[in-house]
């Protein structure tokens, strides 16, 4: 059974109130949905005078369109009107997306949409009113509902495990190692959180060789924010009772905003200092081409 939930910018998913579900159930009555599956790509590609084929010099993904047929169920005429105002408000168009999740038997997952324009209704059939629903996806990879989370430390000259995993996460024998499994069909961006005490610490994805590196000490009470989402990247330094700080300034020019490729990725914290209790959290969502 496939169902939709549209959360509104400032709303919540758990707060059904603040969202708009289409299911098979009252008041809004899904029929179809397309462009849920695999993204729409473009080759790009140039040619040659005398040269036989093309050369293809990368494929880009393009956004992503999900449409949706609905039926408006009122309780008499008065009432089907009134919900369709109430739809009406909830999927206005703004400038900030929303977040569309996407339920069936087997999944749920979730992407950053807009709606392209207000409900489009169409034929009624006395309480029965058809509309239809685009929303435009900048992104075209649906994301996991929920976050997984690695950790790698230094703390009393050793290497712990103070927490709780899914079991998805494995660690490595090795101290400030963990090992992260990526299950998605396309890579992740990660979010990496630097507690101090550190001195130029570095975050290293053993897997693909990459490395991000700060030249800064962080103190005790300081933390450091990277954010390698594409259009979204960050390296933000926290301190307390202070407002954040963008720290790029501090970034090892050799550094690259590395994510984690599908599959296994090994990953090894590094830091001029190996005796600083400093802490590592990489938390990540994975991404998928299609549900």
């Not at 058809?130 to 075209?140: D, Q």
């Not at 550190?198 to 693909?208: D, G, H, K, L, S």
């Not at 000490?217 to 407002?243: H, M, P, Y």
Request: aromatic residues 12%; proline residues 7%; contains cysteine.
């Amino acid at each position: 059974m496939q169902r939709m939930v549209y959360v509104p910018p400032g709303g919540n998913v758990e707060l059904p109130e603040t969202c708009v579900e289409f299911s098979l159930a009252p008041p809004y009555i899904i029929g179809s949905v397309t462009g849920t599956g695999g993204p729409e790509t473009t080759v790009i590609s140039s040619s040659v005078p005398g040269v036989d084929g093309v050369f293809v010099h990368g494929i880009r993904t393009e956004s992503r369109e999900v449409t949706c047929f609905i039926h408006v169920d009122g309780e008499d005429r008065k009432d089907m009107y009134r919900k369709r105002f109430e739809l009406i408000k909830k999927l206005t168009p703004g400038q900030e997306p929303g977040l569309l999740y996407y339920f069936n038997d087997y999944t749920v997952k979730r992407i950053a949409a807009f709606p392209q324009s207000s409900p489009s209704f169409t034929e009624r059939i006395q309480n029965y009113n058809r509309a239809e629903l685009r929303f435009l996806c900048p992104s075209p990879y649906w994301e996991d509902t929920v976050a997984q989370s690695g950790y790698m430390a230094y703390i009393d000259g050793g290497f712990r495990f103070p927490f709780q995993f899914k079991p998805s996460i494995s660690f490595a024998a090795l101290r400030n190692r963990t090992s992260l499994t990526n299950a998605g069909s396309v890579a992740a961006p990660v979010e990496i959180t630097i507690r101090g005490p550190a001195t130029n610490p570095a975050v290293v994805n053993e897997t693909t060789g990459e490395r991000f590196q700060v030249r800064r000490d962080l103190a005790e009470g300081e933390t450091l924010q990277i954010r390698t989402k594409r259009g979204e990247k960050s390296v933000k330094l926290f301190r307390a009772g202070q407002e954040p700080e963008d720290a790029f300034q501090y970034i090892d020019l050799r550094s690259t905003f590395f994510q984690l490729v599908p599959g296994v990725n090994a990953l090894r914290y590094e830091s001029d200092n190996e005796t600083e209790h400093a802490r590592v959290t990489v938390r990540f969502r994975e991404w998928y081409a299609g549900v």
